[in-house]
């Protein structure tokens, strides 16, 4: 899944390795309010056990700088996300709001999304940021949710909504980036279901068949 600065992959084992590292120095404060002192090992069955999926952020010049994860909360099409970029040159130089888009494209197209949501320290500026641009509505507050530097601090935890995101001009990639079927091969395997039942004489699956592609 590539999308203007970066692409989504698969992670491997030396991504968790590089993961908890960066879970150990800033990234790791921004997205838990401190550091995670875990290996890769860990990390990996950690994620596992919680039903935590991660992808890696990848630069287009292959450099590895960040990392986004989401889960099912709730019910199905309900999910929680995550978003870290690891490489602080990189912080505020669109990287980060790049993997965001993506991930939500993701869960919205393929994952069939409903709902996602994202749970962001009141400490957290450019994550607040992206949320002040619009891409997600903040439903409320919770109080002495994270301890950092000491002291606690408020969470906002904000969401979007399916027609919420269809209906907004979300940057990142087209659809047909990551369709696994090219819109043409659907339309012509929607053609030789509708021969073979128009041959087969039955009128009503072959009205069911077409009035399926008059609504598509």
């Not at 952020?57 to 999910?79: E, N």
């Not at 912080?91 to 965001?100: E, K, N, Q, S, V």
């Not at 027609?163 to 659809?175: K, Q, T």
């Amino acid at each position: 899944m590539k999308g203007a600065f970066v692409s989504l992959e698969a992670m491997t084992d030396e991504d968790y390795e590089l993961l908890s590292r960066w879970s150990r120095e800033r990234m790791g404060v921004y997205s838990s309010s401190g550091p995670e002192f875990v290996d890769g090992r860990e990390l990996k069955e950690s994620a596992r056990r919680a039903g935590l999926h991660y992808l890696m952020a990848v630069a287009h010049d292959g450099q590895r700088v960040g990392g986004v994860s989401w889960s099912q909360v709730s019910h199905a099409g309900s999910y929680e996300v995550g978003l870290g970029i690891g490489d602080a040159e990189r912080w505020t130089l669109g990287y980060g709001m790049d993997a965001a888009a993506i991930l939500l494209r993701y869960l919205f197209h393929v994952r069939n999304a409903r709902r996602v949501q994202a749970i962001i320290g009141d400490y957290n500026r450019n994550m607040l940021q992206f949320v002040a641009k619009g891409f997600m509505t903040v439903e409320g507050v919770l109080r002495d949710y994270f301890f950092l530097d000491g002291e606690y601090h408020d969470a906002v935890i904000c969401s979007i909504l399916r027609d919420e995101y269809y209906a907004m001009s979300v940057p990142g990639l087209p659809e047909e980036d990551i369709d696994v079927i090219s819109a043409q091969e659907k339309a012509q395997a929607k053609r030789v279901l509708t021969d073979c039942l128009a041959r087969s004489g039955d009128s009503y699956l072959t009205s069911l068949v077409n009035r399926a592609r008059r609504s598509s």
